[in-house]
């Protein structure tokens, strides 16, 4: 059974710094695409970055040169390196894999206020 847990969520200043992680379960992380999408209340789930196997990248022009999105996968696990965080970065980020089927996490909530 896969299992996605995500980690690193919580309250930051604005320009200040998070790292998110994603653990994932079970034997897909070596071959799936990982992604970070996130919600904000009463808007849709957007991605924000994304990367493949072979660890190629691309992100929403929003978060590009802010965010830098990062695997391991001898530790089944990706990360989301969130820099110079914004107001508007605060949303809901969801760990997403995609592997003929898509798995998502729980949830971690980011928060951006003074």
């Known amino acids: 059974q896969v299992q996605l847990v995500e980690s690193g969520g919580g309250l930051v200043q604005p320009g200040g710094s998070l790292r998110l992680s994603c653990v994932v379960s079970?034997?897909?992380?070596?071959?799936?695409?990982m992604g970070w999408y996130r919600q904000a209340p009463g808007k849709q789930r957007d991605l924000v970055a994304r990367?493949?196997?072979?660890?190629?990248?691309d992100y929403a022009d929003s978060v590009k040169a802010r965010f830098t999105i990062s695997r391991d996968n001898a530790k089944n696990t990706v990360y989301l390196q969130m820099n110079s965080l914004k107001p508007e970065d605060t949303a809901v980020y969801y760990c997403?894999?995609?592997?003929?089927?898509?798995?998502w996490g729980q949830g971690t909530q980011v928060t951006v206020s003074s």
């Open positions: 079970g034997s897909i992380f070596g071959v799936s695409v």
């Open positions: 990367i493949t196997v072979s660890g190629s990248t």
């Open positions: 997403r894999a995609t592997y003929f089927y898509d798995y």
